[in-house]
């Protein structure tokens, strides 16, 4: 297992020139970033749950991206009060060639198994993430395969 966080961690220091040029963009830095691209637009607080970190941290994250660029602030247009936060025009393109960039060996490794080698494995990946975040694992699902064998 050393290995596989040894090639995640190189992976993951490999970011795109726009985001190199933003400065010392740390771990938490970045997951923002990636977690405004899958989840969208999101308020400080709903951020801050979303990455579990405190609402404080999470409004310094905000206003450290924010000043190099990477983030847009906006007021919600249904509440003035409230701020939605979003990815800048410019942090775009460099988030989806970073996320590109990542998913694409897991697609080469995907695109070697068959339907149910594929299923078995985001089950247990599923399950791997749950237990890293100290969930309970969810109910594995019965593979087509498996609901049509008798038992012995």
């Not at 992976?11 to 691209?37: F, K, N, Q, Y």
């Not at 494995?121 to 890293?132: H, K, R, S």
């Amino acid at each position: 297992m050393p290995e596989l966080a040894f090639a995640l961690r190189r992976r993951r220091g490999e970011l795109p020139s726009t985001l190199r040029r933003a400065g010392r963009l740390g771990d938490r830095h970045i997951s923002t970033l990636v977690s405004l691209a899958v989840a969208g637009p999101a308020t400080v607080s709903e951020l801050a749950e979303r990455m579990d970190m405190s609402i404080a941290h999470a409004s310094l994250v905000v206003g450290e991206l924010a000043d190099v660029g990477l983030i847009d602030r906006d007021h919600d247009e249904r509440d003035r009060r409230r701020i939605i936060v979003s990815l800048s025009e410019k942090a775009k393109p460099a988030v989806a060639e970073m996320r590109n960039r990542h998913a694409a060996p897991l697609g080469r490794f995907l695109a070697d198994l068959d339907d149910a080698e594929a299923e078995r494995f985001i089950d247990q990946l599923t399950t791997l993430i749950a237990y890293l975040r100290d969930q309970p694992a969810p109910a594995v699902k019965e593979s087509a395969s498996e609901s049509g064998r008798a038992d012995a």
